[in-house]
């Protein structure tokens, strides 16, 4: 992470005011003027005249004239803080964020896409609900008091948890491998825990999952469940036999920080997660490659899965899924194409709702035209016979 720079002392070499940008002088390349950084980012001068008195971004170099001037390095450091901002930090927050000294750019802005999209989710959600208050009010149905507030908590799995009951339940096969993989582990913390599906039986397990929908959906019987997210673990170092996480770590803003939170907290991990890294993958599932492309939009820029298994220093190993897959998770219907035509299993899988409704609608009608022709069968007549395929699902052993 590139630090704040104190301004030029008489080491530095002066810049004339009214070089343009990117033109050198002695030593020192490609400043930019305060005015003309002020422009590029939609903020004022006095903005960064502030930022500069807190020093929270200081600028390298002053021109003749004394004006700031900002390196390539001061320009990021900016970046970062004003997408911290607009996502609502606090200037003092965003101090931390932007020093912490573990976290280098790549990693900035792998964390700012993940805020992004849940910004994004966010908003997709609202507008579902908002979508749904007109259609009750044009029916003449008055939404209550508590519905109408709602709209404002709205968030990705609140829009499809209550679908969850029906379509993902535990796969004994695959949860099978999960809890081979945890050993002898008596201890356990399931970190996204959702609905407490793959939650070993015989084990003293605790759950965290961030989502109240998802809370409120587990089973009486079930194992008691932390309010929190996977890259602040409320638990001390070593608390733990095993931590694991099932098919969740997408949904995380910073995987690689929840990936060693985990480690932190447990002398085991076990994960269950996808590898998008290779570029067969996205030929690999005729779904995502005949009718669903956005799909590859989804997951760029997520951390690979040797960079996920390097983080807790993992062994990966490749998880096959039955034909007969019990649960419904995205690519659990490879044999059952028809499924994907069913309103209530699209809406228990995170992928649909994130494609938005106009990619959902065409990949709708172009699979249910190719069922009914014959086509798909012709395409993918190699499936038939399959018991079990592999697409892309990774285990994480550390």
């Known amino acids: 992470m590139t630090p704040a720079h104190a301004p030029g002392g008489t080491d530095r070499a002066a810049l004339d ?8 002088v002695g030593d020192v390349a490609e400043h930019l003027t305060v005015g003309r950084v002020a422009g590029l980012a939609g903020v004022s001068v006095r903005t960064l005249h502030h930022y500069d008195e807190i020093g929270l971004v200081q600028p390298s170099a002053r021109t003749a004239a004394g004006y700031r001037a900002y390196a390539a390095g001061d320009v990021e450091r900016l970046r970062e803080v004003l997408a911290y901002r607009r996502l609502g930090f606090g200037l003092r927050e965003i101090a931390d964020l932007v020093d912490d000294p573990a976290t280098d750019a790549v990693a900035h802005l792998h964390r700012l896409r993940g805020l992004l999209l849940e910004q994004r989710d966010r908003a997709t959600a609202m507008v579902a609900a908002i979508d749904t208050e007109l259609e009750a009010r044009a029916m003449g149905i008055r939404t209550t008091s508590e519905d109408q507030l709602k709209v404002f908590g709205a968030r990705l799995y609140e829009s499809i948890g209550s679908a969850y009951p029906a379509t993902r339940r535990t796969e004994p096969r695959i949860a099978a491998r999960v809890w081979e993989a945890l050993g002898d582990a008596r ?3 399931n970190v996204g825990a959702g609905t407490g599906s793959y939650e070993p039986p015989d084990r003293d397990v605790t759950a965290v999952e961030p989502s109240a929908v998802m809370r409120a959906q587990r089973p009486a019987d079930a194992a008691p469940c932390v309010a929190a997210g996977a890259e602040s673990l409320p638990f001390e170092d070593g608390s733990f036999d095993a931590a694991m996480a099932f098919s969740t770590v997408h949904h995380w803003h910073d995987p690689i920080a929840g990936l060693r939170e985990m480690r932190r907290v447990a002398r085991r991990v076990v994960v269950f997660t996808h590898d998008s890294s290779d570029a067969g993958w996205r030929n690999r599932f005729w ?3 005949d009718y669903l492309p956005e799909v590859s939009g989804l997951v ?7 960079q996920l298994a390097r983080a807790i220093g993992a062994r990966i190993e490749p998880v096959l899924i039955p034909w007969d897959c019990a649960d419904g998770f995205f690519e659990a219907y490879w044999r059952r194409p028809e499924a994907y035509l069913e309103e209530h299993v699209r809406r228990a899988v995170s992928v ?3 494609v938005g409704p106009e990619a959902e609608r065409r990949a709708v009608d172009r699979l249910r035209e190719d069922l009914d022709s014959g086509r798909w069968a012709e395409r993918n007549r190699d499936l038939v ?14």
């Open 300 to 306: 760029a820029g997520r951390p690979s899965i040797d």
């Open 352 to 354: 649909w709702t994130r």
């Open 17 to 24: 005011p009214h070089v343009a940008s990117g033109a050198k």
């Open 287 to 289: 779904l995502s490659r």
């Open 385 to 398: 016979d399959l018991g079990a395929a592999e697409l892309g699902l990774r285990l994480l052993v550390a």
């Open 187 to 189: 201890t356990v913390l």
